[in-house]
Structure formats: structure tokens, C-alpha cells
């Protein structure tokens, strides 16, 4: 058997089978459904701004995690600062956190009677936002999303950067600008799947 099939045969399975288990839960989903008819879900102003919120909130949490995150992993990957085992500790640590937990925490600081709306209040000021809603939605899925686009050990790159920059140097770009868009192609290819999910 040609090794190149021997190589990528785990990755075909692993994608068959992770393909298998959304269209059975997808198509589980449809057979209980008692009539189906997409076009009553437009139809439905409830429903079509239900639709509408979550994709725009998606959307958003997504955006909001990719923008810094792509120079912060740049940075994390070329850079050896003080306190930067630190900072991928803590990045770590979302992985691990649970989730009610981590509700209570932001609820501690951003909430109504939280740390920072008494700081606020003892200065005579008032929070600006409310936790509850969609500030609320999207700083927790920020706080979930951001640190994960950052690994602990970042990976060395998948692409060539002497070829790259050899191609970028072709059509008249510079080495620096060649490594901008190989970091800037992979971080936010990754990153967008999480509007998938």
C-alpha cells in the first residue's frame, strides 16, 4: 500500500466518522420533527429574530476573539517576555475552568453588585453595561474563546517561510510580510470554525 494512503488513512476515518455522528444527529433531529418547512421559520417574526440574534452573536463573540487573538499568538510565538508563562497559564486555565464557575467569577466582577460596579459607584459613576444580555454573552464567550486561539505550546508552523518568502519576494512583498500572512492565513482559518460552534 502506497505510504501516503498508509499516512492520511487515520484522518480519512477520524472525518468520516466525525461527519457520520453530525448527520446522524442532524437527521435524529428531523425525524422527529412533526412537519418540516423551512420557510414557517422565516415566516415567524419570533423566530426569524431568534435566528437572527444568535447568528449575530456568533458573528460578534467570533470576531471579538480572532481580532487579538491572532497578534497575541504572534507575539506568544516569536517573542520571550516577562511573564509570558504566566500569561499562557492563564490561558490554560480556561481550558480546565468550569463553566458555572466561571459564571460566578464574571458575574463578581461585572455584575450589578460586583467588584467593579462598586468601584464605579463609590466614584460616583455607574457600570455602563449590563452583564445580562448581550454584553453578558459575549464577554463570557470571549473569555471561553480568546485564550484557546493561543495553545500553551505553540506548534511549529506548517508552511515554508523561506519558500513563502521566496513567492512573497516574487511578486515584489517583503520576508516580514510573507510571515504576516502565513500567521494571519492560519490563526484566522482556525479561528473562524468557532462561529461553527
Not at 29 to 51: K, T
Not at 63 to 75: E, R
Not at 86 to 92: D, E, G, K, T, Y
Not at 120 to 148: E, K, R
Request: with cysteine.
Amino acid at each position: 500500500m502506497n505510504t501516503r494512503v498508509i499516512q492520511t488513512l487515520p484522518g480519512i476515518i477520524s472525518a468520516g466518522l466525525i461527519i457520520a455522528l453530525v448527520l446522524s444527529a442532524i437527521i435524529a433531529l428531523i425525524s422527529q420533527a412533526n412537519e418540516l418547512n423551512p420557510l414557517q421559520i422565516w415566516q415567524d417574526p419570533y423566530l426569524r429574530h431568534v435566528s437572527g440574534f444568535s447568528f449575530y452573536q456568533a458573528l460578534l463573540s467570533t470576531l471579538l476573539s480572532i481580532i487579538p487573538a491572532i497578534p497575541t499568538a504572534y507575539a506568544l510565538s516569536r517573542r520571550q517576555f516577562p511573564g509570558r508563562s504566566l500569561l499562557l497559564r492563564l490561558f490554560a486555565m480556561t481550558l480546565v475552568l468550569p463553566v458555572l464557575v466561571a459564571v460566578f467569577g464574571l458575574l463578581t466582577i461585572y455584575g450589578r453588585s460586583g467588584l467593579l460596579a462598586e468601584w464605579l459607584n463609590a466614584n460616583g459613576q455607574s457600570l455602563p453595561f449590563s452583564i445580562y444580555g448581550l454584553n453578558g454573552i459575549l464577554l463570557a464567550h470571549v473569555f471561553f474563546n480568546y485564550p484557546p486561539r493561543n495553545p500553551p505550546a505553540p506548534a511549529k508552523p506548517r508552511g515554508d517561510p523561506v519558500r513563502a518568502a521566496s513567492a512573497c519576494n516574487a511578486f515584489g512583498g517583503s520576508r516580514a510580510g510573507a510571515n504576516f500572512a502565513l500567521s494571519l492565513g492560519r490563526g484566522f482559518a482556525s479561528s473562524c470554525l468557532m462561529l461553527l460552534a
